[in-house]
């Protein structure tokens, strides 16, 4: 697609419940962010992808979070046994190289826990 | 460890005035890159520049200009004859040669009145 591709754009869950949220990249771009943002916050990064393997997953706050990426492409974070404090902005992001190319973000998907 | 600081948390002008951002960011690598997004109230992420540490010259892109200097480990954004449009959050970022992930400050929010 022309831009990087974020669904569903809001989502609304009760606590405790489990979520998915996708992700399409820019096509051909190889590396591919999750990051979130609370309100009147920067984003903070989750994990980043270079191909289907997480380079980098430093930033997942517990293991109730997992990412996957299974075929290079489209990725899908997952969280489970929601909690009120996961309530964020869910921002995806992909760039052609992992270093010293920008990345570009989708809209993100905005996750309300109640 | 890498930080980045954006002190104004808010900024309110009238329109056709000039505006600094100013960002100022910490990292003991000598290689990294600098960026800044722009965020309307749509939410999406706007990349505006990439800036490496190799590469001290200054930027003007039609209203835009960015001012680096290693010297006080500052990153500067400048609009001039500022427009309603500009109206948004605007993300000064870092990342480092080795890293993949983007350090965001907490960005400035600019108000362009008319």
């Known amino acids: 697609g022309a831009g990087v591709s974020q669904t569903p754009s809001n989502k609304v869950t009760e606590k405790g419940k489990y979520v998915e949220l996708r992700c399409d990249p820019i096509?051909?771009?190889?590396?591919l962010y999750w990051y979130r943002q609370s309100l009147g916050q920067g984003p903070e990064f989750l994990i980043y992808?270079?191909?289907?393997?997480?380079?980098?997953d430093s930033g997942l706050p517990n293991d109730r979070f997992f990412a996957v990426r299974p075929e290079g492409s489209v990725s899908t974070l997952k969280i489970q046994r929601t909690e009120r404090g996961d309530s964020a902005v869910y921002l995806c992001?992909?760039?052609?190289?992992?270093?010293?190319?920008?990345?570009?973000f989708g809209q993100g998907t905005r996750l309300t826990v109640v | 460890a890498q930080k980045v600081t954006q002190a104004q948390t808010e900024i309110s002008v009238v329109e056709k005035e000039d505006v600094t951002l100013d960002c100022v960011y910490e990292?003991?690598?000598?290689?990294?890159?600098l960026f800044w997004y722009k965020q309307p109230p749509s939410g999406e992420l706007v990349f505006l520049i990439r800036?490496?540490?190799?590469?001290?010259q200054n930027e003007i892109s039609g209203r835009y200009s960015w001012n680096f200097q290693k010297s006080t480990s500052s990153f500067n954004f400048t609009i001039t004859a500022s427009q309603v449009v500009d109206s948004a959050v605007y993300f000064c970022?870092?990342?480092?040669?080795?890293?993949?992930?983007?350090?965001f400050g907490t960005g400035t929010r600019l108000q362009v009145t008319l």
């Open positions: 992001a992909s760039s052609f190289l992992a270093h010293g190319t920008e990345a570009f």
């Open positions: 096509s051909g771009h190889t590396a």
């Open positions: 992808f270079q191909g289907t393997g997480a380079a980098d």
């Open positions: 990292t003991r690598d000598t290689t990294y890159y």
């Open positions: 800036r490496n540490s190799f590469d001290e």
């Open positions: 970022a870092l990342k480092t040669g080795t890293a993949s992930k983007l350090t």
